[in-house]
Structure formats: C-alpha cells, structure tokens
C-alpha cells in the first residue's frame, strides 16, 4: 500500500530525492514518516510529518541535512536528502501512523517494502 522509490547510488555530497506513494486506499489523515534501516543495524526513526504538514520532527543525524514533505493530493511522501554521507547507505522506508509521536514508535506502523541508498565515499 506504500511504495518507495527514488534510492540509488550516489557520491558522497549528492543529493537525492525519495517517494512514497500509495496504492489501494488513503493516507492522507495519517502522519508520515521515513525510518532506514543498514545492514546489521535496526531500523531508525528519521523525520515524520503531520496529517496537514504544519508540523515535522526531525532526528539530529539528519536535522538540516533532509526535509519531509507531502502532497496529500497525490497522496505521496517526499524525503529530499542533501549532502549525503557514506552513514546514510541503508534501506529507507516510508511509514504511516496516526500521529508523528505513534509513528516513531513503529509498532502497528503501515510500511512501505523500502528502497535501497547507497552513498560511495
């Protein structure tokens, strides 16, 4: 029900944008958020969005760095990323709860099937 797309392999530096659409029903009374997840590692809590986007929270490894946005007439996500660093590789999700405090605790989260950044140094 929620699609990511927009990962890749990128340069130290670069930038990249992700999306998360949805398929099947709507999200748009939901908050929004990213999580990744590295190799070994578990997934992270990133950045979540309200239901109407006057609000966002971010985590201090990615605060100025990437910015959430939605358009809840396309029913889609975004997590613009800049200045990527080679700690950013991992699989990022997308994730839908009911507020951005529910979201950050995963549990009972709608998840997208992730899609995979990698940053070469």
Not at 1 to 30: H, I, K, P, W
């Amino acid at each position: 029900q929620l699609v990511e797309s927009g990962g890749g392999l990128v340069q130290a530096g670069d930038s990249l944008r992700l999306s998360c659409s949805v398929s099947g029903r709507t999200f748009s009374n939901y908050a929004r958020g990213w999580f990744r997840q590295a190799p070994g590692k578990e997934r992270e809590f990133l950045t979540a969005i309200s239901r109407n986007g006057d609000e966002s929270f971010y985590v201090d490894s990615v605060r100025g760095r990437f910015t959430i946005s939605r358009d809840n007439a396309k029913n889609t996500v975004y997590l613009q990323m800049n200045n990527l660093k080679p700690e950013d590789t991992a699989v990022y999700y997308c994730a839908a709860s009911a507020t951005i405090v529910t979201i950050q605790e995963k549990d009972g989260n709608y998840w997208g099937q992730g899609t995979q950044v990698t940053v070469s140094s």
